[in-house]
């Protein structure tokens, strides 16, 4: 079992850039496919990307492809999104997950472990 919590979220202009973090509990961390999702007010949650357990192999929305980046750092059991040229359509509550699934999969439903969230708010 894995316990994620991110940070990193506030209020940013249209056009900046924010660093989100999540960190993992457990010694397993390297076991696991991480994903970043979000969740706009009235609409459903949403792949934003994904990286696989070595971080060899990366996936992305085509909403944030070019200006969201993520990364691990499976020695300190930490995934990053680093999210620039942002956009008042990526406000969000955005969520770090944690997939045992075989294959890297941007289905949430593969998704085991969820952080609580953390909000992004770009104002324009």
């Known amino acids: 079992q894995v316990q994620l919590a991110e940070s990193g979220g506030g209020l940013v202009q249209s056009g900046g850039s924010l660093r989100l973090s999540c960190a993992a509990s457990?010694?397993?961390?390297?076991?696991?496919?991480m994903g970043w999702f979000r969740q706009a007010p009235g609409k459903e949650r949403e792949f934003v990307a994904l990286?696989?357990?070595?971080?060899?192999?990366?996936e992305y929305a085509d909403s944030v492809k070019g200006r969201f980046t993520i990364s691990r750092d499976n020695a300190k059991n930490a995934v990053f999104l680093q999210m620039d040229s942002l956009k008042s359509a990526d406000t969000a509550a955005y969520y770090c997950?944690?997939?045992?699934?075989?294959?890297?999969?941007?289905?949430?439903?593969?998704?085991?472990?969820w952080g609580q969230g953390t909000q992004v708010t770009v104002s324009s």
């Open positions: 457990g010694r397993t961390f390297s076991s696991y496919t």
């Open positions: 990286i696989s357990r070595s971080g060899g192999s990366r």
């Open positions: 997950a944690a997939s045992t699934w075989p294959l890297p999969s941007s289905s949430s439903a593969t998704y085991n472990y």
